[in-house]
């Protein structure tokens, strides 16, 4: 059964500082990969995914992430962060283009000024 | 644009009491689901469906019920609730024939278990 592990339950930074929110899989078959964000009291949002193809995804408000098979990990970046970027940031992963996805246990991310 | 409706946004129950929780979906995915997010552990897969008349169990089942009658709603029903399953919980829809496998969610429904 696959797993996902987000190895950073909170990650604080300042404005305007690069960030990396890492994440890392377990699956024996083909997956597609994907980050999801919550701000506060809302619903999650899909931020990118990575189906197949170029393993560099770019999303949403600048963020981007790379997929990388031989480490199993999908790491989020986004070389400049903003105050609104402060929120919850969930990993998540399905086999086979299966519709069950497996989310991680999210990292909070607060950008300070 | 509705997308994923669900209600009540908040609800306080007494432990023993049952409740059902509405998903209402209109954009004519087959596939729903119902998460719990607690605390520190994520988002747990409760039930789901791919079709009318067909649900299945996912991580955490237990005390919760689901029916499917049609392609638009997909109800958690609580039997009798314990202090448990207080938690936020989240519906979430996607096609299955061309989809790309991105999940909808709803806004969340706060349940508190006394």
């Known amino acids: 059964a696959q797993s996902v592990t987000q190895l950073d339950s909170q990650v604080p930074v300042f404005e305007e500082a690069p960030v990396e929110l890492r994440c890392n899989y377990s699956s024996s078959v083909s997956v597609y990969l994907f980050w999801y964000v919550q701000y506060p009291n809302q619903g999650l949002q899909l931020l990118l995914k990575?189906?197949?193809?170029?393993?560099l995804v770019k999303g949403i408000n600048g963020f981007e992430a790379e997929f990388n098979k031989s480490q199993t990990s999908f790491h989020l970046r986004k070389p400049s962060v903003h105050i609104s970027d402060t929120a919850e940031y969930f990993c998540?992963?399905?086999?086979?283009?299966?519709?069950?996805?497996?989310f991680g246990k999210g990292t909070k991310l607060t950008v300070n000024p | 644009n509705a997308g994923v409706t669900q209600t009540p946004k908040f609800q306080v129950l007494k432990t023993g009491q049952s409740m059902t929780l509405q998903c209402a979906q209109d954009m004519n995915h087959e596939y729903m689901s119902w998460y719990r997010q607690d605390p520190g552990m994520g988002l747990r897969l409760i039930h789901y469906?791919?079709?009318?008349?067909?649900?299945d169990q996912g991580e955490v089942p237990n005390g919760y019920n689901v029916s499917r009658s049609t392609t638009e709603d997909f109800p958690l029903r609580l039997l009798s609730a314990a202090p448990s399953q207080t938690s936020v919980y989240f519906c979430?829809?996607?096609?299955?024939?061309?989809?790309?496998?991105?999940?909808?969610f709803g806004e969340g429904s706060r349940l508190t278990v006394l």
């Open positions: 469906s791919v079709g009318a008349g067909i649900t």
């Open positions: 979430a829809s996607t096609a299955v024939l061309g989809g790309t496998g991105e999940l909808f």
């Open positions: 990575y189906l197949s193809g170029s393993t």
């Open positions: 998540a992963v399905s086999e086979g283009g299966s519709e069950k996805l497996v």
